[in-house]
Every structure is written in C-alpha cells, then in structure tokens.
C-alpha cells in the first residue's frame, strides 16, 4: 500500500519528518517497507501546446510537431508517442534540462531532422513508476509556466499492510491509525448522506454473493483529462490516469477503501442484474483478456450479458470512454470468499479484489458513492439523480467485545490506567458501552475477543513500556543438553571433512538387510508392521546408507561422502550410533595431478579426526576390516564387499565406518586450550634417515623426540623412497625424507643454533637405530 503524504494530509495533521512518521507506524506495527520523493519537476519544464503534428519523412514511428512553449516563437520536436492530438498540452523540457539522474536535454537531429526539446511522459519526470506516451495535462494549464508550479513535491510511503487489517488499505483508514499513534486530531470531510430508494426492478439481486448493491445515475459529463491534482495524487501512489470518471472512481477508492466501478449507461441493455454466471459465458475484461466464466463466478449483468465481474474486474462492452454522456455509478459489498476464488481462478489480483477479499466496510458503501458523485460534477461535470438506488441490506458488522481493565494489565505484565485505556479504544473508533463492553466499529473486522482490545491496547500505549523482568532462572544443563551439543559438533566436524548427512527409515526390511550384507536374525521385528519393507527395526546404519549412496550414484555422483548419526536396536537395547560412508575420488583430476580413489586408510584418518586416535584391531572377518576402541566408544572399519558395492551400482571400492556414541555423547567435553599466534619465523631442514624398511615411521618419530633436540616444534615424513631393483638402494632399506621445524617464540633462530639441534637429532636416531644419512 502506497501511502502519499500530501494527500494524508488531508485528514491528519503529521509529524515534523517522515522518518519520525514511518517509525511511528512501524512501531505501530504497520512496516513501512519503502520511501521516495516525489514531484520534483526538473527546471527548464515548461507546458507546452501541440500545434501541428505530421509524419517523420524518415521513421515510420516518429512525428515531427510544432508546439508553442510561451516564447512566442514555436519549437519543432520530434516525438514517438501516439497518445497526443492537435491542441493538447504536453510537458516539454526544454534544451539545458536534466531528467533523472544525469539525462540532459540538448537541441539535435532525430534522422535527419531537428528537435529541439523532448516533450515527456510521467515516467520521464518522476510522477509516475510507469507510463504510455505523453503526460496530457489539463486544458487550462498555462502555456509557458514551469511545469514544477502545477505539481507539488510529495512524499511516498510503502506500507506492508497484514491481512487481518483491510482498514489501512485506504488513505483514510491510515490518517485515522496516524492520529491513534500521535494523539493527533482526525480529521473526516463532511459527506451529506445520500437520498436513498429502493431499486425495483432496475437491480435485481439473484445471488447472495452481493447482499447489498447501490446505483446511481449521473447525466451529461464530459470524459476528459483528469486535473493536476487528481492525476498527480494518483500517480504518486503508482497509477496511471485514464479519464477524470474513471480516476475519480480509482481515487475513492484509495481514499476511502471502497472498490466502485462506472458504467456507461448508455452501452447498457436493460437493468442491473447480480447474478451468478452461465457455464461458458464470455466477457471481454477492461485489461483486454477474454474471460470464459462459470456458473460460481459471480457477475453484474444487464438484460442481456455479463458486463463485470463482481468485484474483480469491469468489461469492456460497457467501459467509460471518451464519448461517453451518461454514467452508472456502482458502489456494492461482495462476499470475499467469492471474489477470492474468482479472481484466483483467472489470475486477476486488481486494487478491487484485493479489498473485497479482506472485506471492506459495509457502512462505506453508500458514502463511497456519495463522495464519488460529488467529485464526478467537480470535475466532469453532469447532472446526478437526486436518489441512490439500493437493492438489498448491507451486513451487520458492529459488535461488541467485553474488556477486563484489571485482565488487561495482568495480561501485558504493566500498570496502565483505566482512563489511558480508554482513550486508546477510543482513538481506535471503539464506543464505551455498559460494565467493560465495546462496540466495535464494522472497518475492524480483525477485534473479535478481549485479546485484540488487549493488543490493540499495547500496540498503541507502546510496547517498549513493558517492563523487563526475570521470570524464572535458567535450568542448569543436563545429560541431554550435553548429547544434542556434542551431536552437534560431531555434525559439524563431519561437514568440514565434506560429508553431507543422510536421513533414513528407523525401519527396514529383512531383505535390504541381507542385500547390505546384514544378518537379518539380528534384528527386532515389529508386531503389527505396515509393510514387509517396515517389519525391523534397523541394528545397523549401513543398509540405510547404502541405499543412499546408490541414489547418488544412479543420479550421477561419481564421488560420494555420507553419514548418518541416529539410533540403531538389538536385543540389548537401544543404542546410538555413527555411520559414514564414502566411495569415489578424494580429490578432482587437475592439469597437475590425477585425482586419487578413497580407500580404508583415508576413511580411517576421517574418524580418528573426529574422536581423537583410536586403537585397530584387524578383524578375524574376511576381507579389508578392522575394530576401532577408545575410552569412550568402539565401531568398525571395512571395506564393503565387492558384490554388495557392485549391487548398490558403485563403480569405485566403497568403505563403511560405523561408531557407537552413547557414552562419548554422555562425556564432558575436553578443555580447548589456545595460544597465540607465533610472532618470529620458523626455520625447517629436511633430514635424509636410511633405515630398514622393517622399522616404521612412528619408530623413527618417537626416536626423534627423545632426543630433546632444543627448538624442536614439528616432525614431517615428506617423502619415502625405495628402490626394489637394489641398484641405488638395498631393497631391504628404504629413505625417508623428514621435515623439521624449529620456532623459538621470544625471538629468530640462528643458522648455527639450528645446526646444533639438527647434528643432535641425527646423532641420536644414529645411536639408538643404527641409521644412515642421504646429503
């Protein structure tokens, strides 16, 4: 909802900014979303009247006019807009003129022939988001005159209107919830109440989808240009004018909130009739679509077609036009639930649907359409019947709603006075009534219960008035506190190693079990199963993320990374348990290297990641699988049986891991220590160690950090080398090529301090392990 300023004036005087104005409604609860200026004409835009207009001798969409600008001495332009004729008065920028941001206007040739202007649309001067052709400004708008003396700058709000308030969908309705929130005076013009008469036979009512109809009959107007003022406060809020009727119809609407439609009374065949559409009726609608009805639709008729559909939209056959005299003005009230389906059905969300679906105001309908005529005769002149012609009754929408002051403040945890909720109801529009009941004004369909009073109350006096309190203390952490915060942790080491976690079925099959390479005697079976694909309960993760990986596979993953953290059960009971599952490369083929095939060590590096070191075991099974323990959890490790893999459709050897949880869930978490980064450089030297290849790795490192060497920070097997052939190496030696790093942290090593620690290292694994030294 576009909201101008200018016009809110109107009704309620504003605050000092519109900042102070936008924040006041957004604590209010309505955001305002967007803010924009609008109206600043640019110097150097004139109006201008069209003199002469002929063809572009050489651009079949180009006219070349002669207009007069005040100067006395007539300009030639050319123009590609079509919706002018001879004698019209148009906004022209004059040479020198900058439009938007940095568009200057300069005197030029347009194929061939000389311009010396532009002559400009609403949307090139910033009255409106949209527009078609030229800006036509009314007949009496002064040749010559800035155009900036005939608009006056506005301010635009963007309102996000929720749905349960269609009172702020009307320029009234947000001047009344202003002068609520700012304890300023609302202001209303004064609308004398129509005479009314009952319809007869000229409306005839036939469905109750429109319970109450108004028409009233206005001859001799004259279809024009609408006035400055009513095209700018139109555009402002993002239309496009038309003609003065039909933007006197638009603007009640917004005003007001009341959807009202004109008709050309002439192109009209017989009465008014509300009536449900015929299966297979057509209508052309005013947006130029051909709408096939049916029977719910609800439709305005006349004696022989569909001329609107109710509350959505009107029809052409019976559109206002530029030779239309006499106008049937309608004013209704439509079910919403009605509208709401129509106009889903064919996809017209239009300014009417959208308020007839939220429910407008009854007690508007007929002073909608009194405002309405009024300013019809303003401005377009014409003679209006002296009777509103009315068929049906209007709905019943005021009720009242019973208040507790004391229930009220116990409610929002505040002091607040009785006589300060008073008021507040009453600046709502709320009525006093006896012993704590209020009438509800029928524009309020949203306060049903003494909990809208109540919030309607605290929405106004203020939310920020409510005092802060403590009430009740924290519970102190728990078992189960501690199991979701370590579960997610775990998740989170998981991603970073990049895995992505699966979800599967407590309940399995025994075949999947035994497709997975399970025994299916091991697992509980259900009582009353939906289905034999749900008779167990899973003991494992593993058929579960099997079957996952065969989906990512068969969609063309070639590299798969899986876990599944949930419980599994046995005739022991229920435990928690870890499963993660990989197949595929660990990395990607570069230019540089090829990419490498995940195999059991990589998924072994993966859990040790996770849940520290853990001591293996190889498992009696046949086959590449192995026991994992620590102090709080044991699994196993495996590679997945050919003929499982295979029938999962993995190309490459997949690997499982499966870890029960319960107790390291349960255990505290470890002290993370941290230290600062280092300030001084490390220095490494590579050390060259020949040895048997019976000794291992961890041999060497153990022998290497019992020798104490001074400033020792890191050991690195960098390389390994061996040569089978025994020409360069004896095949029963292998060298291996360890990175050192040393780091003193107060201050930069020396070459020779760092000398010293390398010539005890080697000196040390010489001793102790017999080694020898590649230079």
């Not at 002669?66 to 004698?87: F, L, T």
């Not at 229930?407 to 012993?435: F, H, K, P, T, W």
Request: proline share 5%.
């Amino acid at each position: 909802m576009k909201v101008s300023l200018e016009w809110l004036k109107d009704f309620v005087p504003l605050p000092e900014s519109a900042d102070v104005l936008a924040a006041a409604l957004t604590d209010g609860g309505t955001e305002v979303i967007g803010q924009e200026e609008r109206g600043n004409i640019p110097d150097k835009v004139v109006v201008a009247q069209i003199l002469s207009s002929e063809q572009h001798p050489n651009a079949d969409r180009l006219s070349v006019c002669r207009v007069e600008d005040g100067s006395g001495q007539p300009r030639q332009i050319v123009c590609g807009a079509k919706n002018y004729k001879v004698g019209d008065k148009v906004p022209l920028a004059l040479p020198g003129a900058v439009l938007g941001k940095d568009f200057k206007i300069k005197a030029g040739k347009l194929r061939g022939v000389v311009s010396d202007g532009m002559m400009c649309s609403a949307k090139e001067l910033g009255l409106a988001e949209d527009a078609e052709g030229l800006l036509i400004l009314p007949p009496d708008a002064p040749v010559g005159h800035l155009l900036g003396e005939l608009f006056q700058p506005d301010t635009v709000l963007e309102l996000e209107v929720t749905p349960n308030r269609p009172d702020l969908l009307s320029i009234q309705g947000i001047a009344r919830e202003v002068a609520t929130l700012t304890h300023a005076k609302f202001h209303v013009p004064t609308i004398s109440d129509p005479t009314i008469a009952p319809a007869g036979e000229r409306v005839q009512l036939r469905d109750g989808g429109c319970p109450f109809y108004s028409a009233r009959l206005i001859r001799g107007v004259r279809i024009a240009p609408s006035p400055p003022w009513l095209a700018a406060r139109l555009t402002a809020v993002g239309l496009r004018p038309i003609n003065n009727v039909v933007d006197i119809t638009n603007y009640v609407l917004l005003e007001m909130g009341q959807p009202l439609h004109a008709f050309d009374y002439g192109k009209l065949e017989g009465g008014i009739v509300v009536r449900s559409a015929r299966d297979g009726e057509k209508m052309q609608a005013l947006d130029g679509s051909d709408l096939t009805l049916r029977a719910y639709d609800l439709v305005i008729a006349d004696g022989v077609k569909p001329v609107a559909l109710a509350g959505v939209v009107g029809g052409v056959a019976t559109s206002v036009t530029e030779i239309t005299t006499d106008i049937l003005l309608e004013s209704a009230w439509f079910e919403p639930t009605r509208v709401r389906r129509t106009a889903r059905e064919f996809g017209l969300q239009t300014d009417s649907s959208y308020r007839f679906e939220r429910r407008v105001n009854p007690a508007g309908v007929l002073a909608a359409s009194a405002r309405a005529v009024e300013l019809i005769l303003q401005v377009a002149g014409g003679d209006a019947e002296n009777q509103t012609l009315v068929a049906g009754v209007a709905p019943e929408d005021a009720r009242e709603v019973f208040l507790d002051n004391d229930r009220c403040r116990q409610l929002l945890g505040m002091e607040i006075a009785n006589d300060e909720i008073s008021a507040i109801l009453e600046r709502l529009g709320l009525v006093a009534s006896d012993s704590g009941l209020w009438i509800v004004p029928p524009f309020r369909p949203d306060l049903t219960r003494e909990v809208d009073l109540i919030e309607e109350v605290i929405r106004v006096a203020g939310i920020q008035r409510v005092p802060s309190r403590l009430r009740a203390f924290p519970a102190s952490s728990g078992i189960a506190d501690r199991r979701h915060d370590r579960a997610e942790i775990l998740r989170e080491k998981l991603r970073g190693q990049g895995f992505s976690e699966a979800r599967n079925s407590h309940f399995v099959s025994a075949e999947s079990l035994n497709r997975a390479g399970v025994e299916a005697a091991q697992a509980m079976t259900i009582r009353n199963p939906l289905g034999a694909e749900q008779a167990l309960l899973r003991p494992t993760l593993q058929a579960g993320l099997l079957a996952a990986l065969a989906h990512n596979v068969r969609h063309g993953t070639s590299s798969v990374r899986l876990f599944e953290m949930g419980p599994t059960f046995t005739k022991e009971g229920e435990r928690v348990a870890l499963g993660i599952i990989t197949t595929g490369a660990v990395t990607k083929d570069t230019w540089k290297t090829a990419s490498e095939l995940t195999d059991f060590y990589d998924l072994k590096g993966v859990v040790e990641a996770v849940f520290g070191t853990m001591a293996v075991t190889p498992s009696s099974d046949a086959g590449l699988s192995a026991c994992l323990e620590s102090s709080l959890t044991h699994g196993i490790l495996q590679r997945v049986p050919r003929e499982v893999a295979v029938f999962y459709d993995a190309k490459t050897p997949v690997f499982y891991a499966e870890v029960l949880l319960d107790r390291w869930l349960e255990a505290e978490p470890g002290v993370v220590r941290v230290k600062p980064l280092a300030k001084f450089p490390s220095v490494e030297r590579d050390l060259a160690v020949v040895l048997p290849t019976s000794i291992p790795f961890v041999e060497i490192e153990h022998s290497l950090q019992a020798a104490k060497a001074a400033h020792l920070q890191e050991i690195f097997l960098k390389d390994v080398y061996r040569d089978a052939s025994g020409e360069k190496l004896d095949a029963a030696l292998r060298s291996l090529t360890i990175t050192l790093t040393f780091r003193e942290a107060t201050r930069t090593l020396t070459a020779d301090e760092v000398d010293c620690a390398v010539a005890t290292l080697r000196d040390h694994v010489k001793t102790e392990l017999g080694a020898t030294f590649r230079e």
